[in-house]
C-alpha cells in the first residue's frame, strides 16, 4: 500500500517542501530509503523502527521503501523522522491515508517515541500556510513558536502515543491548552549611566538615526563596549513583521528561548576577535546564519578589531554595500539577510594611549603594523568614527547623561523622516542612499558646497568617502529637521569622517 | 615591489679631493663614502635636526618649522631620514627651499624605513643627497645607526636635539657632536613629558637653549635681522566662535570634548567649527579628535 505525508527542509532560509512516500509491498523484510537522504536522514529508519517497537507498534515483515521527492534536493536534519513514522503507519494499515493529506509534519524521535524540537519549526510552518496546508503537527517543545503564525492550525505531539491517537481520530483529540509567555526583559542597558563621552554620544546618536556604520577608538578602559552595549535600547523598537522576519533566523540558527520565541529585542551580536570568516559570514555545506545574519537589523559589535584576522574582516566588505550575503556552495546559491549597524572598537596603537606620549610605549613599526591589520577600504565602509576620551573623575562623578528613552524619541522621529522620504525608493535610511539617489535626496546650500569643496582638497578624499560624508551630513540635517543640507552640517559629518591611518606617519 | 635605487651611487675615498673637508679633521671617520646625489656644498653651513622616531606633534611641528627657518637663512640640513622627527626636519628644509642630506644606516641604495620611499626620492630629486659608510645592499642594524650618528655631526657644524628620551640615539649624536667640538642646541618641552628628558639633560650639561630659530642663525654667524619676518601680531579675523575654539588651543593635542567643555558649546557645534579651522590651515587634528594649533 501507497502513503504520502508533507514535510519540508531548509536550505540556507529558504523552505522547500518535501513529499515522504512510503510503500509497503511483499518480498523479503527490509527497509529501504532512496530521494537524496543525507546521512542523518537516513538514521531515521532506525529511529522509526526502534520506536515502533518500544510502543508496541508492530511492522509487517514486509518490504518497505521510503522515497523523498523532489529527489535533487539533499534532505538534511533530524526532522524527517516524523514524516516518515507517520507515512510508514499509513501504508501499512494502521493508520488511514487520507487524515494524512494537507498535512505538514516535522519531528525528531527518540528511541522510546517521545518527539524532540527542531530548529527552524517557524519557517517551515510559514511555508505550510503558503502551501494552504490544513495542519502542521509538531513537537510539543516548538508550540509556542509554531503558534506565532496566525492563520494556521498546529498541533503539538508530545510522543509517538499521542500523535498516533490524534491521527486515528482527529476529532475527539484535546489538545492541552498552551500559554504564550512573555519573557520579562532583562534590565535594560541605559545611556544614563555614561557619563561624559559628549562627542562619542553624538557619533552614536548620528549612527542609529541614518543606519550608519560606527567606528569607536579609544585607550582600554574608556567605555567603548559600555556605549556600544546601548546602541540597540536607543534604536526604535522592532515591528512585529521585522520581529517575525528575525525569529525566522534565530529559529533556523536553532537559538530561540523555548519559553518566550518571539525575538522581539533588536539583536547586539559581538563575535569573539578569534572567530573565522564564517562565523561571521555564515558557512557548512548547508549554509547556517553566520554573525552578520544573526545581526540583522541590529547591531554588530566587532571590539578590538585589528585583532580580528584579516580574512574574517574582509568578508565584511560585500554585505556592509548589499545588505545581504550570498554564499554559494555546489548546489546553488543561498542568500541571507544582513542589514545591521556595524560598531566597531578599536586602540588608537597596541598599547592603547597614543597620543599620550608618557605613556605610550609603541614603536612606529608596531603601530604600523597594528594598524595594517585593518584594510582603507574596510576603514573608508565605516561612515563615521569618534574618538571614546579617557575618563576623568569629574566627569565620572558628574552628572549623569541623557537617558536612552528620550535620545530614541528623537532617533523615531530622525526615521519618520525618512520613511516618508523614500517612499518610493526600495531603501528605508539615509545609510543606504547610492548613487543618484545620493545626488538627487542630498542637496547642499552654496556655503556647504564651498566647505565640501576646500575639504575635498585638503583631505584628499577618495569618492566613496565623499559620498559617505554626503550621507551623513543629510542625517544631521534631518536631525535639525532641515531639508536642505546646511554648512554645519556638513563640518559636522566632516569631523566624524571615517579615520585615516596618515595620522601616525 | 622593491624599487631598486642602486644605480648613481659614487663611493670616495678618504684620499680623494671630494672627500668632505670636514670630515678629515677627526679619527674614526669611514675610509671610504657612498654617495647617491650629491655632497653638501662645503661653503655653505650645516646643520643636523635629529630626535626620536615616536615623536609628540609638538615635536613634530617645531621640528618642521626650525628646519624650514634654518633653510630660508641657506642652511644646510643633515638628519638621519628615521620616522618622526628626522624626517620632519628633512621635510622642513625642502619647504624652506634648500636640499637636504640623508645619513643612513644602511646602504645608500636601501630606503630605511620602507615608509619614507617618497621623501627619499624627493630628497634626490631636490638636488640633496644620500650618505652612507656601508657600501650599497648593506641591510639595516641596530649598531650601525649609532655609527653613522659620528658622521652625521661631524658633517654639521651644528646639532638641534629637538624631542629625545632618556636614552635615545639623538642624545650619541650630541655627545658625538660634543666630541667633535660642534655646537649642540636642544629644543625644551614640559618637564613632565618624557620626550623632554634628554633635551633637558642636554641643556643642564650646558647645550644651547633654541627657543627661537634665531638663536641657532646666530650661533652660524648668520645676520638674522633681515630674514625674520616682522612678528607683528596679526588678527586672524575669525568669526566669535572660531575665535573662541582656536584661542582655547595650544601645542598639545587636546580632546574635543574638553574642548568643548572649555569653550562651552555644544557636540555638533565644536565638530563643524574644529573642521572649519582645519580647513583653513589654522589647527591640526592629529589624532581622532585630538586637535593641536598650528603657529604661523
Given at each position: 500500500?501507497?502513503?504520502?505525508?508533507?514535510?519540508?527542509?531548509?536550505?540556507?532560509?529558504?523552505?522547500?517542501?518535501?513529499?515522504?512516500?512510503?510503500?509497503?509491498?511483499?518480498?523479503?523484510?527490509?527497509?529501504?530509503?532512496?530521494?537524496?537522504?543525507?546521512?542523518?536522514?537516513?538514521?531515521?529508519?532506525?529511529?522509526?523502527?526502534?520506536?515502533?517497537?518500544?510502543?508496541?507498534?508492530?511492522?509487517?515483515?514486509?518490504?518497505?521503501?521510503?522515497?523523498?521527492?523532489?529527489?535533487?534536493?539533499?534532505?538534511?536534519?533530524?526532522?524527517?523522522?516524523?514524516?516518515?513514522?507517520?507515512?510508514?503507519?499509513?501504508?501499512?494499515?494502521?493508520?488511514?491515508?487520507?487524515?494524512?493529506?494537507?498535512?505538514?509534519?516535522?519531528?525528531?524521535?527518540?528511541?522510546?517515541?517521545?518527539?524532540?524540537?527542531?530548529?527552524?519549526?517557524?519557517?517551515?510552518?510559514?511555508?505550510?500556510?503558503?502551501?494552504?496546508?490544513?495542519?502542521?503537527?509538531?513537537?510539543?517543545?516548538?508550540?509556542?513558536?509554531?503558534?506565532?503564525?496566525?492563520?494556521?492550525?498546529?498541533?503539538?505531539?508530545?510522543?509517538?502515543?499521542?500523535?498516533?491517537?490524534?491521527?486515528?481520530?482527529?476529532?475527539?483529540?484535546?489538545?492541552?491548552?498552551?500559554?504564550?509567555?512573555?519573557?520579562?526583559?532583562?534590565?535594560?542597558?541605559?545611556?544614563?549611566?555614561?557619563?561624559?563621552?559628549?562627542?562619542?554620544?553624538?557619533?552614536?546618536?548620528?549612527?542609529?538615526?541614518?543606519?550608519?556604520?560606527?567606528?569607536?577608538?579609544?585607550?582600554?578602559?574608556?567605555?567603548?563596549?559600555?556605549?556600544?552595549?546601548?546602541?540597540?535600547?536607543?534604536?526604535?523598537?522592532?515591528?512585529?513583521?521585522?520581529?517575525?522576519?528575525?525569529?525566522?533566523?534565530?529559529?533556523?540558527?536553532?537559538?530561540?528561548?523555548?519559553?518566550?520565541?518571539?525575538?522581539?529585542?533588536?539583536?547586539?551580536?559581538?563575535?569573539?576577535?578569534?572567530?573565522?570568516?564564517?562565523?561571521?559570514?555564515?558557512?557548512?555545506?548547508?549554509?547556517?546564519?553566520?554573525?552578520?545574519?544573526?545581526?540583522?537589523?541590529?547591531?554588530?559589535?566587532?571590539?578590538?578589531?585589528?585583532?580580528?584576522?584579516?580574512?574574517?574582516?574582509?568578508?565584511?566588505?560585500?554585505?556592509?554595500?548589499?545588505?545581504?550575503?550570498?554564499?554559494?556552495?555546489?548546489?546553488?546559491?543561498?542568500?541571507?539577510?544582513?542589514?545591521?549597524?556595524?560598531?566597531?572598537?578599536?586602540?588608537?596603537?597596541?598599547?592603547?594611549?597614543?597620543?599620550?606620549?608618557?605613556?605610550?610605549?609603541?614603536?612606529?613599526?608596531?603601530?604600523?603594523?597594528?594598524?595594517?591589520?585593518?584594510?582603507?577600504?574596510?576603514?573608508?565602509?565605516?561612515?563615521?568614527?569618534?574618538?571614546?576620551?579617557?575618563?576623568?573623575?569629574?566627569?565620572?562623578?558628574?552628572?549623569?547623561?541623557?537617558?536612552?528613552?528620550?535620545?530614541?524619541?528623537?532617533?523615531?522621529?530622525?526615521?519618520?523622516?525618512?520613511?516618508?522620504?523614500?517612499q518610493k525608493e526600495n531603501i528605508q535610511f539615509n545609510g543606504e542612499l547610492k548613487g543618484n539617489m545620493i545626488e538627487a535626496y542630498c542637496r547642499t546650500d552654496a556655503q556647504g558646497k564651498a566647505l565640501l569643496e576646500a575639504a575635498f582638497d585638503r583631505m584628499d578624499f577618495s569618492a566613496r568617502a565623499y559620498h559617505r560624508i554626503l550621507k551623513v551630513s543629510r542625517t544631521i540635517a534631518d536631525m535639525e529637521g532641515s531639508e536642505l543640507i546646511k554648512k554645519e552640517h556638513i563640518g559636522e559629518a566632516l569631523s566624524y569622517r571615517a579615520f585615516d591611518k596618515k595620522y601616525w606617519s | 615591489m622593491e624599487r631598486n635605487h642602486s644605480d648613481n651611487i659614487r663611493c670616495i675615498e678618504k684620499g680623494q679631493p671630494e672627500y668632505p673637508e670636514k670630515l678629515k679633521a677627526y679619527d674614526h671617520m669611514p675610509e671610504k663614502l657612498y654617495i647617491k646625489g650629491r655632497l653638501p656644498d662645503p661653503e655653505r653651513p650645516c646643520a643636523a635636526v635629529v630626535g626620536a622616531r615616536m615623536c609628540s606633534p609638538y615635536g613634530r611641528i617645531q621640528a618642521f618649522q626650525y628646519a624650514k627657518t634654518l633653510a630660508e637663512a641657506g642652511v644646510q640640513i643633515i638628519s638621519g631620514m628615521a620616522t618622526g622627527i628626522d624626517s620632519e626636519g628633512h621635510r622642513g628644509a625642502l619647504a624652506g627651499g634648500m636640499p637636504t642630506w640623508a645619513v643612513l644606516g644602511s646602504g645608500p641604495d636601501v630606503c630605511y624605513p620602507a615608509t619614507n620611499r617618497n621623501l627619499y626620492e624627493r630628497i634626490l630629486r631636490e638636488k640633496g643627497g644620500i650618505i652612507s659608510e656601508y657600501p650599497p645592499g648593506t641591510q639595516p642594524r641596530n649598531y650601525h645607526f649609532p655609527a653613522r650618528n659620528r658622521i652625521l655631526s661631524a658633517l654639521s657644524d651644528l646639532v638641534l636635539v629637538v624631542e629625545a628620551k632618556e636614552k635615545s640615539g639623538s642624545l650619541i649624536t650630541a655627545q658625538w657632536a660634543l666630541e667633535q667640538g660642534k655646537a649642540v642646541f636642544a629644543l625644551p618641552g614640559p618637564v613632565n613629558e618624557e620626550l623632554s628628558r634628554g633635551c633637558h639633560r642636554l641643556i643642564y650639561d650646558g647645550a644651547g637653549l633654541a627657543y627661537k630659530p634665531e638663536v641657532l642663525l646666530e650661533e652660524l654667524g648668520i645676520n638674522c635681522k633681515n630674514t625674520v619676518k616682522s612678528s607683528e601680531k596679526k588678527n586672524l579675523g575669525l568669526a566669535s566662535d572660531l575665535n573662541m575654539v582656536y584661542s582655547c588651543l595650544d601645542l598639545r593635542p587636546k580632546s574635543r570634548d574638553s574642548i568643548m567643555q572649555e569653550t562651552g558649546l555644544s557636540a555638533e557645534k565644536t565638530g563643524s567649527i574644529l573642521v572649519e579651522l582645519s580647513i583653513l590651515g589654522l589647527i591640526r587634528e592629529i589624532s581622532r579628535h585630538y586637535y593641536v594649533k598650528i603657529q604661523t
Open positions: 500500500m501507497f502513503a504520502a505525508v508533507l514535510s519540508a527542509v531548509i536550505l540556507g532560509m529558504e523552505v522547500h517542501p518535501v513529499q515522504v512516500e512510503a510503500d509497503v509491498s511483499d518480498g523479503l523484510p527490509s527497509f529501504t530509503m532512496v530521494g537524496f537522504p543525507s546521512a542523518q536522514v537516513k538514521e531515521a529508519q532506525d529511529r522509526v523502527r526502534t520506536a515502533f517497537k518500544n510502543n508496541e507498534i508492530a511492522l509487517p515483515p514486509k518490504r518497505i521503501t521510503v522515497n523523498f521527492a523532489p529527489a535533487d534536493i539533499k534532505k538534511e536534519g533530524a526532522g524527517f523522522d516524523v514524516p516518515v513514522a507517520a507515512a510508514v503507519l499509513a501504508a501499512s494499515g494502521i493508520l488511514e491515508p487520507e487524515v494524512l493529506k494537507g498535512v505538514m509534519f516535522a519531528g525528531e524521535l527518540s528511541l522510546n517515541g517521545e518527539i524532540h524540537a527542531i530548529p527552524g519549526i517557524l519557517p517551515i510552518v510559514i511555508r505550510a500556510r503558503e502551501e494552504k496546508c490544513r495542519l502542521c503537527i509538531v513537537p510539543w517543545g516548538n508550540m509556542r513558536e509554531a503558534c506565532l503564525v496566525p492563520d494556521m492550525k498546529i498541533i503539538g505531539v508530545k510522543n509517538l502515543k499521542e500523535l498516533i491517537i490524534f491521527l486515528k481520530a482527529p476529532g475527539k483529540y484535546r489538545q492541552p491548552c498552551i500559554r504564550q509567555e512573555t519573557e520579562q526583559p532583562g534590565q535594560e542597558l541605559d545611556f544614563s549611566e555614561i557619563r561624559g563621552q559628549e562627542s562619542l554620544r553624538r557619533a552614536v546618536e548620528i549612527s542609529v538615526s541614518g543606519f550608519h556604520n560606527l567606528l569607536m577608538i579609544g585607550p582600554p578602559g574608556a567605555g567603548k563596549t559600555m556605549v556600544a552595549r546601548r546602541i540597540p535600547g536607543i534604536m526604535p523598537p522592532l515591528t512585529f513583521d521585522e520581529s517575525l522576519e528575525l525569529t525566522k533566523i534565530y529559529s533556523i540558527a536553532g537559538l530561540l528561548s523555548p519559553t518566550d520565541p518571539l525575538v522581539r529585542q533588536r539583536p547586539f551580536r559581538s563575535p569573539h576577535h578569534s572567530s573565522p570568516a564564517p562565523a561571521l559570514a555564515g558557512g557548512g555545506r548547508n549554509p547556517r546564519p553566520g554573525e552578520i545574519t544573526l545581526a540583522h537589523r541590529g547591531v554588530l559589535f566587532l571590539d578590538e578589531m585589528p585583532e580580528f584576522s584579516r580574512r574574517t574582516l574582509e568578508i565584511l566588505r560585500q554585505p556592509l554595500e548589499d545588505r545581504v550575503i550570498r554564499i554559494s556552495r555546489v548546489y546553488g546559491t543561498y542568500t541571507f539577510p544582513a542589514d545591521f549597524i556595524l560598531c566597531a572598537a578599536m586602540n588608537p596603537c597596541p598599547c592603547g594611549y597614543y597620543p599620550d606620549m608618557n605613556r605610550c610605549r609603541c614603536t612606529s613599526g608596531q603601530v604600523s603594523r597594528y594598524l595594517n591589520k585593518i584594510s582603507q577600504p574596510l576603514l573608508d565602509r565605516l561612515d563615521l568614527c569618534a574618538e571614546a576620551e579617557p575618563v576623568s573623575f569629574s566627569s565620572l562623578n558628574g552628572r549623569q547623561g541623557e537617558a536612552s528613552d528620550r535620545i530614541r524619541k528623537r532617533v523615531e522621529k530622525v526615521h519618520e523622516i525618512q520613511r516618508n522620504r523614500y | -
